[in-house]
């Protein structure tokens, strides 16, 4: 090949060295993001692009580029149904059941439509949301006009990345073959494909809670909630103090939200039984710390929706949801 390839420009600004390298704008970002969803780039052009991005980090502008060419490509597919508030799942979890499952749907259950999304299982030894959703009766919707029959009938629809996006699932199926945690699993976070009005992003690691943030702001993103979750879910940890980066109508701010239960060394769950979710839902089985775990995520979900004007209110609020549930009726 004489001719430079189009996508060569953009790894190119990336790997030129430690002095004329630099991060991509979000225009570059969103272009080079558009061609990679297009297939029209090579595979040694896309695992060079993605290890670049990953070794120096992505910045707020290139995850902010390449979300809004992935919320287009998904917009392409047919008209998004509504919901109140997205929900990123991406980590799988495997050293404590996903209780934030019971949160998600305790909102539901009180009129809140939650779309959650995130990718059929990638890492060996993790319970993916929607195994363990399956684990509960409640379905993945395959596209988006299903999924909003899911929402309208129960106020809750999961939709694996495989449906959402295929380019974007293709890529976060690379990391067994790079070695490398890709950037898709930043990007993926943020997507928000329906466009709800608010957003529960987690992290692994804290230093992307202000990516994140000054992304969404970036992208107009008008509520947003970002914190490290247990196992880089969006679940709090009761016995923690949880650090709360936040966009409300539009705002950055932080919030420090403190522990609910006394700090203790919680057991890793070794059985994983995702059967105890219900369990925990209809009142049979008795654990304060999922519990607290439960109503805990909850209240940052009410917070971010606008329905609690401090951690307290929302904390209070998210109790008395739970103490009120249908224990008859999980979905």
Same mark, same amino acid.
């Given at each position: 090949?004489?001719t430079?390839?189009?996508?060569?420009?953009?790894?190119?600004?990336?790997g030129?060295?430690?002095t004329?390298s630099r991060?991509?704008?979000?225009? /570059?970002s969103?272009?080079?993001?558009?061609?990679?969803?297009?297939?029209?780039?090579?595979p040694?052009?896309?695992?060079?692009f993605?290890?670049?991005?990953?070794?120096k980090?992505?910045?707020?502008?290139?995850v902010?580029g #390449?979300?809004?060419?992935a919320?287009?490509?998904?917009?392409?597919?047919?008209?998004?149904?509504?919901a109140d508030?997205?929900?990123?799942?991406?980590?799988?979890?495997?050293?404590?059941?996903p209780?934030?499952?019971?949160?998600?749907l305790?909102?539901?259950q009180?009129?809140?439509?939650?779309?959650?999304?995130?990718? /059929?299982?990638?890492t060996?030894?993790?319970?993916?949301?929607?195994?363990?959703?399956a684990?509960?009766?409640?379905p993945?919707?395959k596209?988006?006009?299903?999924?909003?029959?899911h929402l309208?009938?129960r106020?809750?629809? #999961?939709?694996?990345?495989?449906?959402l996006?295929?380019?974007?699932?293709k890529?976060l199926?690379?990391?067994?073959?790079?070695?490398?945690?890709?950037? $898709?699993?930043?990007?993926?976070?943020?997507?928000?494909?329906?466009?709800?009005?608010a957003?529960?992003v987690s992290? #692994?690691?804290?230093?992307y809670?202000?990516?994140?943030?000054?992304?969404?702001a970036?992208?107009?993103?008008q509520r947003?909630?970002?914190?490290?979750? &247990?196992?880089? &879910?969006? &679940?709090?940890?009761?016995?923690?103090?949880?650090?709360?980066?936040?966009l409300?109508?539009?705002?950055?701010?932080?919030?420090?939200?403190p522990?609910? $239960?006394?700090?203790?060394?919680?057991?890793?769950? $070794?059985?994983?039984?995702?059967a105890?979710?219900?369990?925990?839902?209809?009142g049979?089985?008795?654990d304060?710390?999922a519990?607290a775990?439960?109503?805990g995520?909850?209240?940052?979900?009410?917070r971010?929706?606008?329905?609690a004007?401090?951690?307290?209110?929302a904390?209070?609020?998210?109790?008395?949801?739970?103490?009120?549930?249908?224990?008859?009726?999980?979905?």
């Amino acid at each position: 090949m004489t001719t430079e390839h189009p996508f060569a420009p953009y790894v190119r600004i990336l790997g030129k060295g430690p002095t004329l390298s630099r991060p991509l704008s979000f225009e /570059e970002s969103k272009t080079a993001a558009g061609m990679i969803l297009q297939g029209e780039v090579e595979p040694v052009q896309l695992g060079a692009f993605l290890c670049l991005l990953r070794v120096k980090t992505e910045t707020p502008d290139e995850v902010a580029g #390449f979300v809004a060419a992935a919320r287009e490509a998904v917009a392409a597919t047919g008209t998004p149904p509504k919901a109140d508030l997205d929900w990123s799942s991406y980590a799988g979890k495997s050293r404590q059941l996903p209780w934030f499952l019971l949160s998600a749907l305790l909102l539901a259950q009180n009129g809140v439509r939650v779309f959650m999304q995130g990718p /059929e299982d990638h890492t060996a030894g993790r319970l993916y949301s929607r195994a363990a959703l399956a684990a509960l009766g409640i379905p993945s919707a395959k596209s988006l006009a299903e999924a909003g029959q899911h929402l309208d009938q129960r106020n809750f629809a #999961f939709m694996a990345l495989e449906h959402l996006s295929p380019g974007l699932n293709k890529m976060l199926g690379l990391k067994p073959l790079l070695g490398l945690r890709t950037p $898709l699993h930043t990007i993926g976070r943020m997507l928000n494909p329906l466009q709800a009005p608010a957003a529960m992003v987690s992290v #692994f690691h804290p230093f992307y809670r202000g990516v994140h943030q000054q992304a969404a702001a970036k992208l107009g993103d008008q509520r947003l909630a970002v914190f490290k979750g &247990e196992g880089g &879910e969006a &679940e709090r940890r009761p016995e923690k103090p949880c650090q709360l980066q936040l966009l409300l109508a539009g705002e950055m701010s932080e919030e420090e939200w403190p522990a609910i $239960l006394p700090e203790s060394a919680q057991p890793h769950d $070794l059985g994983m039984d995702p059967a105890r979710l219900k369990a925990l839902w209809d009142g049979s089985l008795d654990d304060s710390y999922a519990q607290a775990t439960v109503t805990g995520t909850a209240a940052i979900a009410l917070r971010v929706l606008g329905k609690a004007g401090s951690p307290a209110e929302a904390q209070k609020l998210a109790e008395e949801m739970w103490a009120k549930r249908d224990k008859n009726k999980i979905y």
